[in-house]
């Protein structure tokens, strides 16, 4: 049922696993250099992608298909946060162009459930876009004090236990 709409979930897989990659290696580094708020924010955003795997998943097998469970790429290693963002946003707006034409093409082949599931996916890439982007402003606004702030905050989360 449905070959096309089987493809291009496979594809939207392949493309949320290795946004899962690529924010957790940002994650982990953002970590490291102290900027708490941004590691956190590519935590979160890699677990909601991980749940667009499982949404494209469960639609594939309800279409009788097989999940491939490829990544679309390897990791970038990017190490500063400002070009982190730049990647970041350039994959949301990617995906959102790409989940807006594939739910097109679902809905002309007649298959309005996955297109239901890439208009879903659409609404959070958007808005994970503009939550890079709000971070990539305040950077801009505070220059790097927004990111020293961040990592006085971390080192007060590390504060030394009570004797
Ligand atoms: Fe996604
Ligand atoms: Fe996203």
Redesign the pocket.
């Known amino acids: 049922m449905h070959p096309k709409s089987i493809e291009l979930l496979n594809k939207a897989i392949a493309d949320?696993i290795m946004?899962v990659h690529q924010y957790m290696f940002f994650h982990f580094h953002c970590e490291n250099q102290g900027y708490g708020q941004l590691s956190n924010l590519f935590m979160r955003?890699a677990v909601?992608?991980m749940g667009?795997v499982e949404r494209c998943a469960e639609r594939i097998l309800f279409l009788g298909g097989e999940v491939e469970m490829v990544t679309s790429g390897g990791v970038q290693k990017i190490h500063d946060p400002k070009a982190m963002l730049e990647l970041a946003r350039k994959?949301?707006e990617g995906?959102v162009q790409d989940y807006n034409k594939w739910a097109n093409e679902c809905s002309a082949n007649a298959d309005s459930g996955s297109k239901k599931v890439f208009e879903g996916?659409v609404d959070?890439?958007e808005?994970?876009?503009s939550q890079y982007d709000l971070e990539m402003e305040k950077i801009h606004k505070f220059g790097d004090q927004y990111l020293a702030l961040q990592s006085m905050e971390g080192n007060k989360g590390e504060a030394a236990p009570a004797a």
């Open positions: 949320e946004a955003t909601e992608e667009h994959l949301e995906s996916l959070d890439e808005r994970h876009y």
